[in-house]
């Protein structure tokens, strides 16, 4: 059976789970729709913060003791004109994905934020039909400019 672990600090990721285990699961399981693993660590680091504006909170999830699924989840500071939080980062081991452990681990995630939720997902990755499943909806496309 599926366990999901909330970590809201640091303190949180003992015993089963370190930091850098975290990093490196998703550093893996995201594939090429991923980033450097100091943009992850920086996300981590965004969400255990107490500054005003700032806060959010990981979730690990465990089948038989073995890390399957991991998300972070950030509070924008912006509620009203940008939704309250952005689901920055989400995977499951590529070996056990479409058994419903992404579903359950972003469904825990809809649970616990307060406020409207947005994440970025590429046109081209197979989990935008998982999300479009769980009630999200498409309503702009982000557009970027680069430096």
């Not at 999830?61 to 399957?68: A, H, Y």
């Not at 590529?94 to 419903?100: C, F, S, W």
């Given at each position: 059976?599926?366990?999901?672990?909330?970590?809201?600090?640091?303190?949180?990721?003992?015993?089963?789970?370190?930091?850098?285990?975290?990093?490196?699961?998703?550093?893996?399981?995201?594939?090429?729709?991923?980033?450097?693993?100091?943009?992850?660590?920086?996300?981590?680091?965004?969400?255990?913060?107490?500054?005003?504006?700032?806060?959010?909170?990981?979730?690990?999830?465990?089948?038989?003791?073995?890390?399957?699924?991991?998300l972070i989840m950030?509070?924008?500071?912006?509620?009203?004109?940008?939704?309250?939080?952005?689901?920055?980062?989400?995977?499951?081991?590529?070996?056990?994905?479409?058994?419903?452990?992404?579903?359950?681990?972003?469904?825990?995630?809809?649970?616990?934020?307060?406020?409207?939720?947005?994440?970025?997902?590429?046109?081209?990755?197979?989990?935008?039909?998982?999300?479009?499943?769980?009630?999200?909806?498409?309503?702009?496309?982000?557009?970027?400019?680069?430096?």
């Amino acid at each position: 059976m599926l366990q999901i672990k909330e970590i809201r600090k640091i303190e949180d990721f003992k015993p089963e789970l370190t930091k850098d285990e975290f990093i490196d699961f998703l550093h893996k399981h995201l594939d090429q729709f991923g980033d450097p693993k100091e943009h992850i660590e920086k996300s981590i680091d965004y969400a255990f913060s107490n500054a005003e504006g700032k806060g959010g909170f990981l979730l690990a999830g465990f089948w038989e003791n073995n890390l399957v699924g991991a998300l972070i989840m950030n509070k924008t500071g912006m509620s009203g004109y940008i939704p309250d939080n952005i689901l920055v980062y989400v995977a499951v081991d590529a070996n056990l994905r479409g058994k419903g452990i992404g579903a359950k681990i972003i469904e825990k995630s809809f649970e616990l934020a307060e406020g409207d939720i947005k994440l970025h997902v590429e046109y081209d990755n197979p989990a935008k039909r998982l999300y479009e499943r769980l009630g999200m909806t498409t309503k702009y496309a982000e557009m970027r400019l680069k430096r």
